[in-house]
């Protein structure tokens, strides 16, 4: 009987973190006032700022590499933008991970003739689609155009255009089960998709995706192996990051992990650790308000529950 009901109650929460992972969905937003901001990185690389996940730009001698594509409607305004920098056509789009806001963009600019680069698990994600738990609401399937036409399974794998390099890393388990971090050694840019964010708040674990809070953290031990002072890092969301911004954030991931699996293995439900309120003291600079503080908890303790 506890069996069932605690299968009951995990099903319950799966469809509440997709919701939390996911943005409203594209449908559902006027993108009509954003505009694209561009900032220079430096070496031939730029960052794109408009709605969704950041977007990197690296031009090579013959075409563009991107990371990110934020959402369908915005592809006119993102592809004049980097127009602007160079006139040379976009070869290839690397998704960071399958959610829509850095997605979104796979089927306009693989119509334009890109081709969109992934980690396996995002192509299977957005063939089956997936669901919205607080509207009950099902996130149909791609259109065959939007899924990523190059995938690889796991490793490292280097895309190249013109002179620049991307290497394309798996990170197994993070923020959700397909993500991909890219560095561009030339540029000394370190694209760390959704696996953190800059904006100083919790990150999404999309455990119900395959998200881990154990892979965050290795994911993030890579980040710190690879940057030096130097390194720009283009997280998924907020500002632009540097490397003391990823030690701050490893450091928040280690002690969460430390203090909530040591209560998943001495049995605590739940119920029980959301009770406890074992991140108090980092929720005051972590979480923006006491529902993200307690859907932090939820997505972490998920982690250990993965099925
Ligand atoms: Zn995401």
């Known amino acids: 009987m506890k069996r069932v009901a605690s299968a009951v109650a995990w099903a319950a929460l799966a469809v509440s973190a997709i919701w939390l992972a996911g943005p409203a969905s594209a449908q559902e937003r006027d993108f009509s006032k954003v505009q694209i ?37 915005l592809h006119d305004k993102i592809k004049a933008a980097i127009t602007k920098i160079s006139p040379l ?32 698990n995002v192509r299977v994600r957005l063939a089956a689609g997936t669901a919205n738990g607080v509207t009950g609401a099902k996130t149909p399937p791609v259109a065959p155009e939007a899924l990523p036409k190059q995938t690889y399974t796991g490793g490292s794998i280097a895309v190249e255009t013109g002179g620049r390099k991307a290497v394309l890393t798996h990170a197994n388990n993070a923020h959700t089960d397909g993500d991909t971090w890219v560095y561009f050694a030339d540029a000394n840019v370190l694209c760390t998709g959704d ?50 911004d990823i030690v701050e954030y490893n450091a928040m991931l280690k002690t969460v992990r430390e203090r909530i699996e040591k209560l998943v293995k001495e049995g605590k439900s739940l119920d029980e650790v959301i009770a406890m309120r074992p991140l108090k003291d980092l929720d005051a600079k972590w979480a923006a308000n006491d529902e993200a503080a307690i859907a932090y908890l939820k997505m972490v303790y998920g982690s250990f529950h993965r099925s």
């Open 37 to 73: 901001k561009t900032i220079d990185l430096g070496h031939n690389t730029y960052r794109l700022e408009g709605e969704g996940g950041n977007i990197t730009v690296a031009v090579g001698t013959d075409g563009i590499i991107m990371v990110d594509g934020q959402f369908a409607p």
């Open 89 to 120: 056509p976009i070869k290839y789009l690397i998704n960071t991970h399958f959610h829509g806001d850095h997605t979104g963009g796979n089927g306009p600019f693989q119509t334009d003739g890109a081709i969109a680069v992934a980690q396996d």
């Open 195 to 244: 696996i953190m964010n800059n904006n100083k708040r919790y990150q999404t674990i999309d455990f119900a995706n395959g998200g881990d809070i154990r892979g965050a953290i290795r994911a993030t031990d890579a980040f710190l192996k690879i940057a030096n002072d130097d390194t720009k890092v283009m997280t998924g969301h907020g500002p632009l990051a540097t490397k003391a």
